[in-house]
């Protein structure tokens, strides 16, 4: 919030036309700078100008809309016509006439009647949620004055022209607000240098600003938004544009409290409909797919308040597949895939947390067709492969060195071979394989692709 007295208005008004048009920017001791807030979305939450008065300035000081509130004090018995107060009316301002001279309003004389109003400006203070500490209670001595400023103890400023007591001066013009075409607002309005700004707003969100000089010429893009920008209205519909405006996605809310979510490419063409629904008793999330007609179900996903989740495939509206993922409390999770009624198991795949695996395939009969496996601890691979339910065989993968060891075994577990896969640092490949029987084969392939056995 700001406050200021007589011509601190000026002071008061620079800081926040500057604020609006510049943002809020933080330079760090090493010279980096940081957007705090953006131009046109820096806002001045409460303003109190006392007596306000401009004289002598030149330009526009009229208040930029992001000055949310004004207070504004005029001292009703301050007559001189060379001080006229500032009329600051406008939207969001509040103007009160206290029965005072210039300096009552603020309270700067002993004995004056603006005494009485500075227990006002501190609740001004704390209402605005800035809490002063509060001052001891005024000494009165005598009766309380209003103070005449008609002259001054310099000779040249004596015995001024008065005007009508209370009298104010408009010192700026309000900000314009135009609609545009493509939803956004343009606020038009002058600075205390006469520079006018066209500051473009989606919502809450700025997009761009525009400084032309004085007369409306030479428009530079001072601000420019790479977007996305999201505004929301006071119904919580959504609007996403990139930084040109055009429209991302949409989001509007449903009767029943869910969001239909629409998003588009750079032709505004619709590529997605999704609708998500808010959270249901149990804490779980359900967002759905559409197909562009908006009407066929494609997909739905149902996530859990633990992070578990069941995602559903659908085509023509029909479910074709369930996908599970489960969490276990010892850092493992398991993905599971059904059939479309989600009833007939069709593979299961449990991860570790140090990337040891175990996944299961089965046919539409629920038999078991083949089971892998990896052992992080050993660098072991695991193969079977099952027929009816039966294994029939297995291989065991293992990491040895840099040589690939392989073990073949039939569905009782008996050994049908063993081979080993090795290559040197020559590019020469060595392969070794074993049978029970003790016959053994070496094929040894050099880098230019010859083989020897």
């Known amino acids: 919030m700001t406050a200021s007295f007589s011509r601190g208005i000026l002071a008061d008004t620079i800081f926040a036309q500057k604020l609006y048009v510049e943002g809020l920017v933080y330079t760090d001791p090493a010279g980096n700078k940081h957007e705090l807030a953006a131009p046109g979305e820096a806002t001045v ?39 006229t107060q500032s009329d600051l009316s406008g939207s969001g301002v509040s103007t009160y006439d206290v029965l005072a001279g210039h300096g009552d309003a603020a309270d700067v004389y002993a004995n004056s009647i603006g005494v009485v109003y500075q227990p006002a400006y501190q609740n001004f203070f704390a209402n605005a949620g800035f809490p002063l500490p509060r001052l001891p209670p005024a000494v009165v001595t005598g009766p309380l004055y209003i103070n005449q400023e008609t002259a001054t103890s310099l000779a040249t400023l004596q015995n001024l022209p008065t005007t009508t007591p209370g ?22 309005f002058e600075n205390y240098k006469g520079d006018i700004y066209l500051i473009k707003k989606f919502g809450d969100v700025t997009a761009s600003v525009t400084k032309l000089q004085p007369g409306g010429v030479n428009p530079v893009v001072t601000y420019s938004n ?56 149990d804490g779980s999330r359900t967002q759905e797919a559409y197909a562009l007609d908006g009407i066929t179900l494609t997909g739905k996903v149902v996530l859990q308040a633990n992070g578990d989740s069941t995602a559903t495939r659908y085509i023509n509206g029909i479910p074709t597949g369930v996908q599970t993922i489960v969490s276990s409390p010892d850092g493992s999770n398991t993905v599971s895939q059904y059939d479309g ?38 660098s072991t691979y695991t193969d079977k492969s099952y027929s009816s339910g039966v294994i029939q065989q297995s291989v065991i993968t293992t990491q040895v060195g840099s040589a690939v060891r392989y073990e073949s075994l039939d569905g009782q577990g008996s050994l049908l071979g063993v081979s080993t896969s090795q290559t040197f640092d020559d590019g020469t490949q060595l392969v070794t394989v074993s049978y029970p029987s003790g016959l053994q084969s070496i094929i040894s392939t050099a880098t230019d692709n010859t083989s020897k056995q």
């Open 45 to 83: 939450t409460a303003s109190l100008p006392i007596s306000p008065v401009a004289t002598f300035a030149q330009g526009s000081y009229g208040q930029p809309t992001n000055v949310l509130s004004t207070t504004s004090v005029i001292a009703a018995n301050e007559n001189r016509a060379n001080f």
């Open 167 to 188: 009298s104010t001066a408009t010192i700026g013009s309000a900000p314009i607000v135009i609609p545009t075409a493509d939803g956004a607002t343009v606020t038009q």
């Open 226 to 281: 790479p977007g996305p920008i999201t505004a929301t209205d006071p119904q919580g519909n959504t609007v996403t544009r990139n930084g040109l405006g055009q429209v991302l996605q949409t989001g509007s809310k449903q009767v029943d409290g869910s969001v239909l979510q629409i998003s588009y490419d750079s032709n505004s063409q619709v590529i997605s409909i999704n609708k998500i629904y808010p959270p249901a008793a």
């Open 341 to 378: 009624s989600g009833n007939v198991l069709q593979s299961s795949m449990t991860t570790q947390r140090d990337g040891s695996y175990a996944q299961n395939l089965y046919d539409n009969q629920r038999n078991l067709t083949s089971q892998s496996s990896y052992d992080a601890a050993t």
